[in-house]
């Protein structure tokens, strides 16, 4: 019985590794069965100088931006693996707007690896929630997917040492109320009248949510106003804290 038991799961695992590609997602050299190979790995996960509130990338040894100093956002920090610069660009694209959903798993897997570097075990095992940012009901159905989504199941997949709650499958805690345009070359006026009660909470967020630590996902932040509003959204069920991870974190100007 236990010979069978072996044989089984050894074609298991074989069919695990054909399904897995046998070269890297960015180089296309040999990767093992990897998404990615070493190489790549190193040369992507490196540390940056950024603000320490919003992420932004910083050339100076400063430790916030002048934007935070003068309009904070409601988050309490913004983790991104990186500016928005190769090869993220393109690999954001292939999931979106090619539908290959594999490279979620690249990027959930990179960003939890990101994670891991930054914080510690028991900051991890604090967070409570884990919330992708949604998209209108009508991008929903036009792209067929969420990327947020994806990326967020990847990157829990990819950290076991969280523990956290789970939202109910078939009513989401926030709702994206409006189908907003794009926020990049609009002033902070402008950005903030586009966003105008873009967000709300079902019933059972106000309850659920309270007292809470919540981490919020998202591919690119531009702006920072699309999750700026997101956050003053949850600040109504009186969360305890909420941070951002993303992949990329645009740069101002």
Known sequence: MKNFLNAINQHCQTLLEACLPSHCLLCHLPSKQSLICQCCYDSILTDRPCCLHCGCGLTSSQAYCGECLQHPF?????????????????????????????????????????????????????????????????????RGFNQAQLIKDSL???????????????????????????????????????????????????????????????????TGATINSLCQCLSTAKVKTIDVWCICRTELG
């Open 74 to 142: 409601s988050f309490r920090q913004l983790h991104a693996i990186a500016s928005y610069q190769t090869p993220f660009p393109v690999l954001i694209k292939q999931l979106k707007y090619n539908d290959q959903i594999l490279y979620a798993d690249l990027l959930g897997l990179l960003l939890a690896h990101s994670i891991q570097n930054r914080y510690s075990q028991q900051q991890l095992q604090e967070i409570d929630y884990i919330i992708a940012v949604p998209l209108h009901i009508k991008k929903h159905r036009s």
């Open 156 to 222: 829990v997949k990819h950290l076991p040492v969280l523990t956290l709650y789970e939202p109910p499958v078939n009513q989401p805690f926030i709702i994206r109320n409006k189908l907003t345009t794009a926020q990049e070359g609009l002033s902070r006026a402008q950005r903030l009248h586009n966003l105008n009660h873009a967000f709300s909470l079902s019933k059972d967020a106000e309850i659920s949510l309270q007292g809470k630590s919540i981490v919020i996902i998202d591919d690119v932040v531009t």
